[in-house]
């Protein structure tokens, strides 16, 4: 046999064994896909929030009670966050001088750093914000811990939000709670297309706008924490 007929059938050979070892893997991964478990697809907007208890700038107990009745936005951030914070809170300061500045809407900022941030942090930290944008300092609640545990923060996060809680890792998305302190949904706040299906959401939950077919369809656990 000569030396070109040899190379030839040497790259069959090796392209033949090649192939045959990706059918083989693929074979095998297909099996192992089909029986591994499904994760249960559990929605995760409409629930009811549960009963918690944080404090506010004034040091005056908060509950979710204290709301009732009325639509709210909650979110989490931290007065020394330098970053995403001072990015989320600009855009709640902005949809409360703007858009949404004629609508009975009330933010609600929860502080992920309570041993730092006591209210009197807070009420410095809300201070900025709230004579820069002239905002009702009702329509913007500042929370923490009662005794700068961050336990109750966590629980709250977790337990009550569904988010993830970390100091530095937490959440800045922005959640409606409708007028029976339901969860309705949640948005990015770092994203326009987000802020306005939150402001379409706000306005039909007010009675204000007709529902939209992509704001009430149904969200799943899964989904949400992955985009965490």
Not at 22 to 27: G, H, K, P
Not at 44 to 62: A, I, M, R
Not at 93 to 105: K, S, Y
Not at 107 to 133: K, T
Request: hydrophobic content about 40%.
């Amino acid at each position: 046999m000569n030396r070109p007929v040899a190379i030839w059938l040497g790259v069959l050979v090796c392209v033949g064994v090649a192939y045959g070892a990706y059918r083989f893997t693929r074979q095998v991964g297909s099996q192992e896909q089909s029986t591994a478990p499904v994760a249960e697809q559990v929605p995760v907007y409409g629930y009811k929030l549960g009963h918690f208890e944080l404090v506010d700038s004034q040091g005056k107990t908060f509950t979710p009670k204290q709301l009732q009745g009325r639509v709210w936005i909650a979110s989490f951030f931290f007065t020394r966050c330098q970053s995403a914070c001072i990015k989320l809170n600009n855009r709640i300061a902005q949809l409360l001088a703007q858009d949404l500045r004629d609508l009975p809407v009330v933010f609600v900022s929860i502080s992920v750093d309570p041993q730092h941030d006591r209210p009197e942090v807070l009420q410095q930290y809300a201070q900025h914000y709230l004579r820069q944008y002239d905002i009702d300092p009702k329509r913007w609640i500042f929370l923490t811990s009662a005794d700068g545990s961050v336990e109750p923060i966590r629980q709250v996060s977790q337990e009550q939000f569904r988010v993830a809680f970390a100091k530095v890792t937490h959440s800045d998305r922005l959640m409606v709670i409708d007028a029976q302190g339901r969860v309705q949904g949640s948005y990015m706040s770092a994203f326009d297309v987000d802020i306005a299906r939150l402001k379409r959401k706000v306005k039909e939950l007010l009675g204000k706008s007709s529902p939209s077919s992509e704001d009430s369809s149904p969200r799943t656990s899964t989904a949400e924490k992955a985009s965490e």
